[in-house]
């Protein structure tokens, strides 16, 4: 009970107090950017994924990747942009994939941003695949994941 009450209802309790105070200022914040969020979505796309040319790394091994993103309507601050990395089951699927934030670098024509990770070091053998996801960012959602919102690579 204590572990429930630390990890979900103590927090829940301070987001609801936070998100509430001054009449809902940021309630009412967030649900106008949610609303501005769903209309633009359809816009969002990865239009390219770049990394160093190689075909093999050892484990220890550091790597760099950069995305060029279409936002359209939105800005950076509105998503999070990271690649996705993890080992590739024989069926061809990512499994235990990490996500590792890219940064925006250099914002392009009309829209479009061109993201950056820091370095990612390859921490284990065997073979691995990447892509890149763009989902919604904003610091008061209660979770990181809202539905129908998520472009992939």
């Known amino acids: 009970m204590q572990e429930y009450t630390e990890r979900f209802y ?29 209309e633009n979505w359809p816009q969002v796309r990865v239009e390219g994924v770049e990394a160093e040319p190689f075909t093999e790394l050892q484990v220890g091994d550091k790597f760099q ?23 590739v089951d024989p069926a061809g699927d ?11 670098i250099e914002e392009g024509k009309a829209g479009s941003y061109l993201f950056e990770t820091s370095e990612v070091v390859c921490s284990a053998s065997g073979r691995h695949g990447y892509t890149v996801r763009v989902l919604p960012n904003h610091p008061d959602l209660a979770k990181s994941f809202l539905p129908g919102l998520i472009a992939w690579a």
Do not use: C, S
């Not at 107090?17 to 769903?38: C, G, H, N, Y």
């Not at 990747?65 to 080992?87: F, H, I, K, N, S």
């Not at 990512?94 to 925006?104: C, F, H, N």
């Open 10 to 38: 103590l927090p829940g309790a301070e987001r609801y107090e936070r998100i509430t105070a001054d009449d809902m200022v940021r309630a009412k914040a967030l649900a106008a950017w949610k609303t501005r969020v769903q």
């Open 65 to 87: 990747a950069r995305a060029r993103v279409y936002l359209g309507a939105l800005t950076p601050d509105d998503l999070r942009v990271e690649l996705y990395l993890g080992r």
């Open 94 to 104: 990512l499994v235990g994939a990490e996500a590792t934030p890219m940064k925006p």
